[in-house]
């Protein structure tokens, strides 16, 4: 799907503070992707190992596929790493960096948001070290419940944790929670893909948006 | 016939001796002549084997008389030596078949060529790292995932940066007279561009006359530069080293003339040397002490 196929309010998801949120519509029904299938039915000869570069850019390939196979934009998918046993960093930087930065830049494909279950010890290394190298965020389930890793000011911290804490905040309960630059943060995490904005100005956070389609 | 004498001990702490007699340059037969050797670790036996590559590059296969003690020919044929050394040199080594019955090596000498020579790599390791590096090492369960991790982007490095085929081997030791205390050794190594013609292109400008080998190592290993102009890149070493330096491990990395070294406390080896004798490629050396207390 090109942005030419996307409904015509999604174009200025993503741009600068400051401009209306960009989704007017609810989001797709998340879909699960198993990172450890992909990478053992496709790439790593049934070894659901995720090491090196080219394995990396082959399971974002495929994920890219399976992301424009959605009937509606925006989507959130739940990019799961259960199966997967090892994550290097040339291809955390692919499958999770990557993706993350292409679909945060105003040329994306779609409108898509991302999830990433089941990052245990063994992953959680290798993602947050990618994700600082970019200055990027991701929502993480690190096993004890959705966490913001990677790159944030404080702010963004608290505002997201509130977000994830009460799943949906008003426009009118943004500004009484965090004042007049409550909406820019949370448009701002909208636009890093970490929470979702309405039209109306409405936040949701990602795991509710998954738990709640 | 030049005959190159390989010394009795070789390891990474005396590579040197055998890089002084192999200078790339040099042309005609070559012998190595191992019969006095006793003790090799990976990095001696990923070096007799680039060694023998080089002096190939005569037009003639070198020669290597094996070592006369059968348990130290018998440890190579374990770590595979004979079966990658076939097709190097000329006679005196007899291609065994691989077993694949349960082995105490580490890592046996394993080529690295493509990626999916990585994901072999990976692979072997973490069916055969969990006992060693938590019964002998005394590591936490969770180090052989960043173990395979390590091997991972070291055996990248390879393929990404020399673009040319190399090898990797590991071993666990018990240095109780040099040490007191087990180790794992692994060494990698290539014959590609080394790292200051991977480096030269994007990088040799903004330091002048400084450029050399030594420069180009401390560019990539303290600096984190990379050929590649993409944010993600660069890391791989980067990653290694601070994993190596948790463990309180020793990384080295030789290329060209120059060797450049995270060294742990327990290591007299300096930082970096330069002057050293130029060899084409780049060898890597990492070893992890056990943990003590």
Redesign the interface.
Known sequence: MSRADEPSDSNEAGESNGRACAMSKGPAPPLTIDVGAIASDAV??A?P?L?????GRAVRAAIEVRISRIARSPSVSLLDFTRV??????CA??VV??LLVRYMRRDRPREAFFLFRAVG??HR??VE??LG??GLAAVCDLGGGYELLGSATEEERTAWRTLEHRGRISLSELAAEFGEQGVPVIRGLADRRVAWCGRRGDARALSEIARNP | MRVIEVPASLDYRNVEVLYRQCGADDAGPVLFDARRLSWIDPNGMLLLLAAGKVAARSGTLPRISLPAQQEVTEYLDRMGFHHAAAGIFKSGVRRRRRSHSVSDVLLEITPVTTNSDVHDVVDRVQSRAGAILSNTLHYPPSAVVRFSVILSEVCQNVIEHAEAPGWVAAQAYNWRKRLGRHVAVIAVSDLGCGFRASLEAEHAARFGDRWGDATALEAAFLLGLTRFADTGRGQGIQQIRKQVGRWHGILSIRSGTARIADTPDWSSRPPLEEGLTRFPGSQINIILPERIG
């Open positions: 790593a000869q070894r190992d090491v090196t570069r080219p394995t046993r090892i994550l290097d960093f040339s930087d692919e960096a990557k010890d063994i290394h290798a070290e990618v190298r970019h």
